[in-house]
């Protein structure tokens, strides 16, 4: 669950961190066309941080760990994408601004960083020279609280999230529909997970860097979108694949046409959406977006008005095409929660946070609330979540409060789902709103995976998402039958039983990879008496992925017991 409740914390910047968006997940594109990104000959990229930016600064929480939280951010980018960073010695320079020939991340009080902030939580700046971007700045709100240990405090900033999010905009993305990717246009909040890259997150890196191999082990969906003939500028087309879970969103240029790529293979159902709210035409300014107004009185629709997965997708589909319907949507809202009973609920504008196995009311607050019908009037797509008829009410117009009980069973895929409404007359989505998570209990299995064809090694990646306490568990790696496979583990130590104990620190992540030229198929195991959440990669001929059936990266969390 969303430990900051409804905390709307705008992330906006010099490309009012909305950049000049374009494409799908979005990438930032010029007026005249052409997408600057980081060339190879500048690799590695480095990325220093002013050396005044520690917990000895009056808006850092004592303890943070800025320096390390600026290494796993740069990190987590470049797992999943061919550009090539690094994080290089501390630097005096304490302003943001082009022309130094530094890419710096600050938090420094100066009255050149807070001009270029405002209210702002972070900023991002770059500077291109044609098609290549030579500098990119980040600044970070010295107005607000920053902590890289978990907080509850409402008025305290999740540092990782922010920076995760500034350095997508460094790259060249813009903000996203999907609210549980990295790149939406609000953030700052302490998640009960822990920050990572969405796919949509990876597809839209990969747009510009991509790892080898990718589009052999992808495709893409291409079309236009029309109203009477017109085409809709401005529109958000998002692919959910055939067990529900949202992969990737795209939006449409100028001429109504869109690109969705990097799409795992699959089956995939599609629906297009207006920027009516939460996200608007002003989150996704710059570039292409300031010379043509967007298109938004339309009403959202289904790729040819069916729930059912109907685009196929083995290579590059082309001609998958939207012809919407004009209107304004009533049904809008912001809030999304999940609570036990109904009681008021901690409610969230980004993602709420459900579990395998443990049925939950989904909570919907705002526009359009009021209106929904009291059976049906909550839905998925899949065929793993059902939805019941209300179970309570609460407020009226923009408070309007709705819970619907819905039930969650313990092989539902893990991943994040759009919720969708109905009222009598149309239906409204909040895309990326309710995201399944694996639920780790006491030894039992809570991640099962498989190497991607020819890969040779495999690697788990750990964070233990309690920053104040210690945690540990232990890894046992099995085979295709639960065989366990003794296998160098570099710095852990097999136990007398074959499996790897290991601890975590407070905030603590450990990387762990098993021995090359092996095909690993196994399960990972963990004791835990505090929160994890972790990822799943595999590396292999194609470079570090880990596009599976549903969920591309298996993400998974541990809830306290």
Known sequence: MKRISWKCSFLMGASMLAGASLSAYVVSIRPEGNM???DQSQYP?????????????????????????????????????????????????????????TNVITAADTPVNRAVLGAALGVSLRRSIGDRIVEADIAINPDKTWSTIESTDRGIDN?????????????????????????????GAFDFGFNSLSWDDIAGINVGYPLPGMDQITGSISGRV????????????????????????AITLTDGAYRLQFLPKGMYSLYVEPLDGPMTPNNATGGIF?????????????????LEPTVAVDGDVIGIDFDV????????????????????????????TAFQGLDTNVVVRGNGVGSLLPAQGLFFLGSDLSAGSIVGIAGFNQTATKWFPVSIPQDAVAGTRSVFLRTSQE????????????????????????????????????INTDLGRHSGGRISLRDG??????QNLLSLARDPQGDYPFGLSPGGALSVRSRAGTNFVGSLRARAGTSIGGAVLFEGPFGTTGVGASMPLHYFIAPVE
């Open 481 to 486: 039958i639960g065989q366990r496979q003794p």
């Open 36 to 38: 600057p990104i980081w």
């Open 226 to 249: 029309t109203m009477m003939g017109a085409p809709v500028f401005g529109a958000f087309v998002v692919a959910v694949d055939e067990y529900g879970v949202s992969v990737a969103s």
């Open 325 to 352: 319907v004009s209107g304004n949507s009533a049904v809008d809202p912001l809030f999304v929660g999940t609570d036990s009973d109904t009681m008021e609920s901690s409610l969230t504008s980004l993602t709420a």
């Open 159 to 187: 540092l990782l999230d922010v920076v995760l999010h500034e350095l997508g905009h460094n790259w060249f993305l813009g903000h996203t529909i999907l609210r549980d990717a990295s790149m939406y246009f609000q953030g």
């Open 290 to 306: 300031n010379s043509t107004p967007m298109v938004t009185n339309f009403l959202p629709a289904f790729y040819r008005l069916s």
């Open 45 to 101: 990229v480095e990325v220093r941080m002013w050396e005044g930016f520690t917990d000895g600064l009056d808006h850092v929480v004592d303890g943070s760990q800025p320096r390390l939280v600026i290494a796993e951010a740069l990190q987590r980018w470049t797992r999943v994408s061919s550009i090539v960073l690094n994080l290089g010695e501390d630097t005096a320079v304490q302003n943001v601004g082009l022309g130094d020939d």
């Open 427 to 462: 239906f409204g989505v909040m895309s990326g709103a309710l995201e399944i998570f694996d639920i780790l209990r006491f030894e039992e299995v809570f991640a099962q995976f498989a190497n991607l064809p020819g890969a040779s090694t495999s690697e788990f990646f750990l």
